[in-house]
């Protein structure tokens, strides 16, 4: 076995870049969180080769003293922190003094130009190779411009996994959009040679920043969000259900103004969303947590990406609880501006389908919602209802314009929300007046046995009743009705088609969803007056009354200038 011996200098600096500095973007986001240190109000950052050949990074920050230049440049020299002690109360962006050190072991050259704002000239330095190769005054205005050439040039393992320019440009831009929405108060400008890749000014919030990356539209849906506990505080903007992503790309989350990748947090934003988006999407969303220090860790990860928090289940719970609410009050909101009454004439039942039957569809319960005595007119905030089409959906007119409302949808959102409400008040189960016994195949069995704990929990009681007989005493339902065999058996047949349940809370809205949706009205189902008024004033009593459980839209509205552009009148 070979003697221990202890590494160069050079290969130390060498490994420690290796775990600071991935990519050309890594040195950006060191360069850049120290111009945010150093109070800078605006940061220039241009870029040639996706960064690899060339990164320059100019602030008007507080500026490097003279003779602390070359310090900089030295292995764990730092400002940020003097002891162990303070590694539990870090308040700033980098803090370990390894960054400049590993850049310039790793880059042909770097180049500093610095002046604080009391000095009467500027300092200069320029590393080659990791060493000083020179030192001198020159003339700068107050703050700090480093540049990097050739990245990775001494290190060809290294640069010959980088990607192509476009994609480590794409790379640098995610940094600096990051670092721009938690830090609006300070301008951002990234350009490659004329072109100018991203933008932000100062502002007093991030709604400029926001609606420079999610555009108007979608920042106009969005709806903010608060909470606080025990030394932490959070705020954020959460999309409405209409602007998703295919990947969670677009959830920011900050914590003490870092962006960090906590699949916890982003966990709890998304189960908010759970019965309002369709599976698979994504909603955009920006979460900024400022805790305590001494209760997270920020140095999990060399590249600072990852954290520990204490309290991480109450908070969370709160992101979860808070952001469900902001949905909530902004979808009612948004219906609520919807389904407001037009100051026109109220359409008369004349033109719209008579007495039509109530009809019902398997597992269906008496849909005592649509039996019930209308309310007053007058305090029913209800549409113009001009009439149906295709059976399909409901068409009336608002004070926003023209308004379709998918009846199947509607009904949907309407009994999957009083499904989880009488789940919620453990009400939900109904006992049959006689039991009904169904017969399952072998397989069918199998899935019984996976699904069981979730039937049990939702009001389903199934028993073995010999040999592939099954006995089912009870059902959930809204209602009271008596159910058939085939009917149960046919909401247990589509269930295992989905294969065997996820977590219990998913596995419950599953089944509720399923009921929601074989017990609503229809498409194609013919509705009178008293029916469709009674279907949007209850939408309207809705938590979330914009989207099926499914995620689908319940309503779609055509404002004036739509319908005018559509004619051609614009």
């Not at 068409?395 to 409400?421: P, Y």
Request: charged share 25%; hydrophobic share 40%; with cysteine.
């Amino acid at each position: 076995m070979k003697r221990i011996r202890a590494l160069d200098e050079e290969t130390v600096n060498k490994i420690a870049a290796g775990e600071v500095i991935e990519r050309p973007a890594s040195v950006v986001k060191e360069l850049v969180e120290n111009s945010i240190d150093a109070g800078a109000h605006k940061v220039l950052i241009e870029v040639k080769d996706g960064g690899k050949s060339f990164i320059k990074v100019t602030d008007d920050g507080c500026g490097i003293d003279p003779d602390d230049l070359p310090l900089a440049f030295q292995k764990h020299a730092t400002s940020k922190i003097s002891g162990a002690l303070d590694l539990e109360k870090i308040a700033t962006l980098g803090f370990r003094g390894e960054a400049l050190a590993s850049i310039a072991s790793v880059s042909e050259a770097v180049e500093v130009r610095t002046k604080t704002p009391d000095a009467l000239s500027g300092s200069y330095i320029r590393m080659e190779n990791g060493k000083v190769a020179e030192v001198k005054e020159v003339g700068s205005p107050t703050g700090t411009s480093i540049v990097v050439w050739n990245l990775f040039f001494n290190v060809p393992a290294r640069r010959k996994h980088l990607k192509g320019a476009e994609a480590e440009l794409v790379h640098i831009i995610d940094v600096i959009t990051e670092l721009a929405i938690i830090h609006y108060d300070i301008a951002f400008e990234l350009f490659s040679g004329s072109r100018t890749h991203f933008k932000s000014a100062r502002s007093n919030s991030w709604d400029d920043v926001l609606s420079r990356i999610f555009g108007l539209k979608a920042v106009a849906g969005m709806a903010p969000l608060q909470a606080s506990g025990r030394g932490w505080r959070i705020e954020g903007m959460i999309g409405d259900a209409f602007n998703l992503r295919a990947s969670p790309d677009r959830i920011f989350i900050f914590v003490n103004g870092r962006a960090v990748s906590s699949r916890p947090m982003a966990g709890a934003l998304r189960e908010a969303y759970r019965n309002i988006i369709p599976p698979g999407k994504s909603p955009i969303a920006v979460l900024s947590l400022e805790i305590s220090p001494e209760l997270v860790d920020v140095n999990v990860h060399p590249a600072k990406r990852e954290i520990r928090l204490l309290h991480e289940n109450e908070i969370c719970s709160a992101i979860t609880q808070e952001a469900a609410q902001a949905l909530s009050s902004y979808a009612k909101s948004v219906a609520s501006e919807r389904l407001k009454a037009s100051d026109q004439i109220t359409a008369s039942e004349e033109t719209l389908a008579q007495n039509a039957q109530q009809s019902t569809l398997p597992l269906d319960v008496e849909d005592t919602a649509l039996d019930q005595a209308l309310p007053e007119r007058e305090n029913r905030p209800i549409l113009k209802i001009l009439g149906q089409i295709k059976r399909l959906y409901i068409v009336a007119e608002s004070d926003q314009g023209l308004v379709l409302i998918d009846q199947h949808a509607a009904a949907e959102r309407i009994r999957f929300e009083g499904l989880v409400e009488r789940y919620q008040k453990r009400s939900i189960r109904q006992e049959l007046a006689q039991p009904v016994t169904i017969e399952l195949m072998a397989s069918e069995e199998i899935m019984l046995s996976s699904w069981k704990e979730a039937l049990d929990d939702i009001g389903f009681e199934i028993s073995s009743f010999g040999g592939r007989s099954y006995s089912v005493r009870s059902v959930p339902a809204l209602g009271q009705k008596q159910e058939s065999a085939e009917a149960v058996h046919d909401v247990l047949k589509e269930l295992f088609l989905r294969g065997k349940p996820g977590p219990n809370s998913v596995s419950r809205d599953e089944i509720l969803k399923l009921l929601a949706c074989r017990g609503s009205i229809k498409s194609g189902k013919e509705l009178t007056l008293a029916e469709m008024e009674q279907l949007l004033h209850e939408l309207g009593e809705c938590n979330n009354p914009l989207t099926c459980p499914h995620g689908r839209p319940v309503m779609v509205t055509l404002d004036q200038s739509q319908l005018e552009r559509l004619f051609g009148r614009r």
